[in-house]
């Protein structure tokens, strides 16, 4: 493939953090570098606390069990989001209710979530599709209107806002993902951000395993011991030390993506105009990081032949989120809260492009062999 789909992207400073986690020889978790990538996680997105995690995953089943579902509880969530969303849910026994989503942004539809709310309703997971905030004041004020929890899934949603506020810093948690995809990263990766001030300390118990140990390291007990259910969320230090490398430019990488973004934007307003696509819609509300370039085909005919097409062209397009209320896990163990028309159909429709750091040399080139595909379909 000569424009593959993602390639990762490295600041160059990683192996000099890794030889330096390799020299401190402290490679199990919560050294120095995770130290420094919580405290600018804290600081940047301004949640009370931040804990890395091996993966958004991780950090999702540490949401579950920290807004205790119990089996039979119902989490509201799009059906249109990662597995992960649900899974961490479905681990618990609780019974994720999907809501359909917005047509502009593909997030979930505020105005659809107070129908699906039901007495066993215990919370809401806002997923910020592709970094674009979800309708975060409507949704905070029906979970305080229905004393729901609010997590918000911000995967792809790192350096992105909503009304000024970063994401991850709203709900009462909020996850992210340092997946290679991703546009800060460790290979896998994940933080869990905590802002309710009664889920703090039992956070830090659920990711040691179930033990007081982090108490124990601040003096707060004379000793540790089993306290809870946890399990082992915590990445060593080589991973922090490489996600460190990341952070530190991460101003930088998030411009560059933009300018990738908006020449993408600009150069397919024509098609738009000519109703050959749809571009992605970013409301004024929120400030986004550029994680994702996509567009909306005609319809799924259209769209599979179009990604067909470029794959012979060498370029690496691919689909996102099959539905899901519509797979095995999601018919067995989750429930629609009504027919789910706009997921259907952009799920059906749309298509990621190429977005990575790099890939500012081929973007001429790129961006002609796309219009070329659109107008030979
Ligand atoms: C919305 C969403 N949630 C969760 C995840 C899982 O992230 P991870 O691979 O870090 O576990 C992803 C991954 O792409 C995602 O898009």
């Known amino acids: 493939m000569d424009i593959p789909f993602n390639k990762p992207y490295m600041t160059g400073k990683e192996l000099w953090f890794l030889s330096q986690a390799h020299a401190k020889g402290h490679l199990s978790g919560d050294g120095t570098f995770t130290k420094n990538c919580a405290a600018w996680l804290e600081q940047r997105i301004g949640c009370r606390k931040a804990l ?35 899974n961490a849910f479905v681990l618990r026994g609780a019974v994720p209710v999907f809501v359909d989503i917005r ?28 970094g674009v905030g979800c309708e975060m004041d409507s949704i905070m004020d029906i979970a305080r209107k229905h004393k729901l929890l609010v997590i918000e899934d911000a995967a792809q949603g790192i350096m992105s806002a909503y009304k000024g506020h970063p ?20 290979g896998e990766g ?20 179930g033990t007081n140990r982090s108490q124990f390291f601040r003096g707060q007990v004379d000793k540790y011991t089993w306290v809870d259910i946890g399990s082992s969320y915590l990445p060593g ?26 020449i993408y934007h ?21 400030q986004h990081n550029a994680h994702m370039y996509y567009l909306l085909l005609p319809d799924l005919q259209r769209r599979t032949e179009f990604i067909a097409k470029l794959k012979e062209r ?49 973007m001429v080139d790129t961006i002609h062999q796309i219009t070329d595909t659109i107008g030979s379909l």
Not at 103 to 130: F, M, Q
């Open 237 to 262: 230090e080589i991973i922090a030390a490489f996600l460190w490398a990341q952070m530190e430019d991460a101003d930088a990488i998030t411009k560059r993506r933009l300018d990738l973004w908006k």
């Open 190 to 209: 994940g933080a869990l951000l905590v802002n309710a001030p009664q889920f703090l300390e039992r956070a830090e118990i659920i990711r040691e395993k």
């Open 266 to 286: 600009d150069w397919f307003a024509p098609l738009e105009k000519a109703g050959k696509v749809r571009r992605p819609i970013v409301p004024a509300t929120c």
């Open 103 to 130: 047509p502009d942004t593909l997030n979930v539809d505020e105005t659809k979530i107070e129908a699906a709310i039901t007495p066993r309703t215990r919370a809401i997971v806002a997923v910020h599709y592709a």
């Open 52 to 86: 890395l995690t091996h993966s958004c995953t991780a950090a999702l089943e540490m949401s579950a069990i920290l807004a205790d579902v119990k089996p039979g509880d119902e989490v509201i969530m799009p059906s249109f989001t990662f597995v992960s969303t649900a």
């Open 167 to 186: 994401l991850g810093s709203i709900g009462h948690m909020a996850t992210l993902s340092f997946h290679e995809t991703k546009n800060l990263i460790s």
């Open 314 to 362: 060498g370029i690496g397009a691919v689909f996102h989120y099959v539905p899901l209320h519509d797979s095995p896990m999601g018919l067995k163990h989750c429930r629609a809260s009504a027919d789910l028309p706009v997921t259907r159909e952009m799920s059906d429709r749309l298509v990621r492009l190429p977005l990575w750091l790099g890939l500012e040399d081929h």
